[in-house]
Every structure is written in structure tokens, then in C-alpha cells.
């Protein structure tokens, strides 16, 4: 979605994998007992999304993929966009480039069009998801296709393994029923969009992060417990009220980065919340992000920039 041709020619970014984010919660010594202790996720940060605004103009919250968190592997960035003003959204994202991770789209209000170079197009609707495998290639572009009303959502951009980067294009376009809805104890909802999740198992296919992602409501006061890989890097944006995780209060707008381990307990505050989770395999590769190009090496950053720029990227 980002990477106006504005700003994506103009900012490189190197940075190397985050790998190991926090000091993670280890498996206590077992040797006493037959059963061992679950380790509870605590949070190693918190920190707020910064206002920016990209394509040709759309004010967007950027969270992850800012100057105080480039990465967070495998994620490589989540724009939250919220705007009841047309004239903070309208304007879109025309054509732009992406090659070597997948985007993420998750609308909660409004309707984007999508159109790209190898002849694919659709309509993601609130409550709808569209992941989108750029691989090795797509020119495309993301509209809004409303003149009025709220546009609210996400787009979480997730990486590719070396060996994956330049597969085949490929997209999941969901529509809102067919995400798997869970209900959590009558208090509360998670629409699980990728993973096993709360009983429930999302729609979008294997893939190499092993994601979890899931937007989730719950009433005041209320708990859930979330098992997860105990290795995945996994994060909590809260999108409204506020929750707390092993004591520390994460309020709206915020996102909290979790330590390791194999369960997360999440309160949701006296006004209840709404936040999206996500967690997924961390592949500790070098990563050289270039904009909407991100890749292993300067090198295949430069090779993107030549396919682009003779009209073969996202055309072969
Ligand atoms: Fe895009």
C-alpha cells in the first residue's frame, strides 16, 4: 500500500533483522516435577504508531516500520488508517511495486479497490481481508472506492524466506463471512483471519511465517488466554479502550511487543477493547528493505529496481 513512488525512491532503509526482540520468558527447570509450567508472555515494549501519510496523500498511523521500530521479523510494517475525512483517504494509492514479503490487508469499515499489473482486481469490503503474495513481483494499485464515510483498517506487511521470495504472485481475497468467527466465553468475539486461534482455524492458506492474526473484542474486564508457538514474535495493537498483559497497561493506539513463551493472557480494560494479535515465525535473515522492495541483499534490491524500472517486474 505504501511506497508512493514520492517517497520510496528517496529513503533507503538497511536494517537488519530484529531477531530475538526482548529477552523472551525461558521454560522453568523441570527436573522437580511431572508437569512443567506454562510460561506467560509478559510485554518487552510498548510504544505508540506515528502519523505520517503515504500513496498519493492518505493520512495513516504507521506502528511498525518507524524510525523506533524498523522490523519487527517477520513483520516488516502495519499502517493503521482510520478517517471519516474523504480528503484523508481519497486520494489512494496509485500504482506502485512490490516484490520479495506479502501484504496484509484488513478493512474494518469502507471499500478498496484493487487492480494490478498481471490482470487481477477486486473489492475488499468491511470486515473483508485480502493477503496478497507479491513474490517476485506486482504492480498494483489500492483505491478507495467510497467518496464518503469512514474507512478504517490495517495493512500488515509480512515477510518471505530467501527461497520464497521470488515465487509465483498469489492472492486471497476474503470476503467478511468467510472469516472464522469465535466466540469467546459470550464475551467477547476474534475474527481469525490466519492460524489456529480460539478454537477456530482462519482461511488464508499455509504460509512460510506460520502467521496468527486475528482482530479481536472483548468486554470489560474480560480474559483470554492465547496459546502460541512459543518462538513466533508476536505483538498486540490496541485499536480501542485498553487491555493489560501480565500487569502492564497497554492503551488505545498503542502496541505492545510480547516476550517468548507459550501462552498470553489479555484483559480488556472497564471500556472493554478491540485489538488486532498477531504472532509468526521469525525467519532471522538479513533484511534490505528499499521502499515497497524488500529483500536479502543490496544486490536484489538493485535487480528490483532495474526490473521495475524496464517494465518487466510484475509483467513475467
Ligand atoms: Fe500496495
Request: some cysteine.
Amino acid at each position: 500500500m505504501r511506497s508512493s513512488r514520492r517517497t520510496f525512491l528517496a529513503q533507503a532503509t538497511s536494517a537488519l533483522a530484529l531477531g530475538g526482540i526482548g529477552s523472551g520468558c525461558t521454560r522453568k527447570d523441570t527436573t522437580m516435577t511431572a508437569t512443567p509450567e506454562v510460561s506467560f508472555r509478559s510485554v518487552s515494549q510498548v510504544l505508540p504508531g506515528m502519523a505520517t501519510s503515504d500513496g498519493a496523500g492518505v493520512k495513516l498511523t504507521r506502528v511498525i516500520g518507524q524510525p523506533r521500530l524498523r522490523n519487527l521479523d517477520p513483520f516488516l510494517m502495519l499502517d493503521r488508517f482510520h478517517s471519516d475525512d474523504p480528503d484523508a483517504y481519497i486520494a489512494g494509492f496509485p500504482d506502485h511495486p512490490h516484490r520479495g514479503f506479502e501484504t496484509v490487508t484488513v478493512m474494518l469499515d469502507g471499500r478498496m479497490r484493487h487492480k494490478d499489473s498481471r490482470g487481477n482486481h477486486g473489492l475488499i469490503h468491511g470486515g473483508g481481508i485480502q493477503w496478497m503474495t507479491a513474490g517476485r513481483g506486482i504492480v498494483h494499485s489500492e483505491m478507495p472506492e467510497q467518496e464518503s464515510g469512514l474507512m478504517s483498517g490495517f495493512q500488515l506487511w509480512v515477510n518471505l524466506p530467501k527461497d520464497q521470495k521470488m515465487a509465483e504472485p498469489f492472492y486471497q481475497d476474503l470476503q467478511p463471512e468467510k472469516i472464522a468467527v469465535a466466540d469467546l466465553d459470550g464475551k467477547g468475539k476474534a475474527r481469525v483471519v490466519s492460524g489456529d486461534l480460539f478454537g477456530q482455524k482462519g482461511p488464508v492458506r499455509a504460509r512460510p511465517s506460520e502467521p496468527l492474526l486475528a482482530h479481536v473484542a472483548l468486554q470489560p474486564g474480560h480474559t483470554v488466554e492465547v496459546p502460541l508457538p512459543t518462538g513466533h514474535t508476536s505483538f498486540v495493537f490496541v485499536n480501542e479502550g485498553d487491555i493489560s498483559i501480565a500487569e502492564k497497561k497497554i492503551a488505545r493506539a498503542e502496541l505492545a511487543i510480547l516476550n517468548k513463551g507459550e501462552r498470553v493472557k489479555l484483559t480488556a480494560g472497564e471500556k472493554g477493547a478491540q485489538l488486532l494479535f498477531a504472532a509468526g515465525k521469525p525467519f532471522g535473515e538479513p533484511i534490505v528493505q528499499y521502499g515497497p522492495f524488500v529483500m536479502n541483499t543490496q544486490e536484489e534490491i538493485e535487480r528490483a529496481f532495474y526490473d521495475y524500472k524496464r517494465g518487466t517486474l510484475g509483467h513475467d
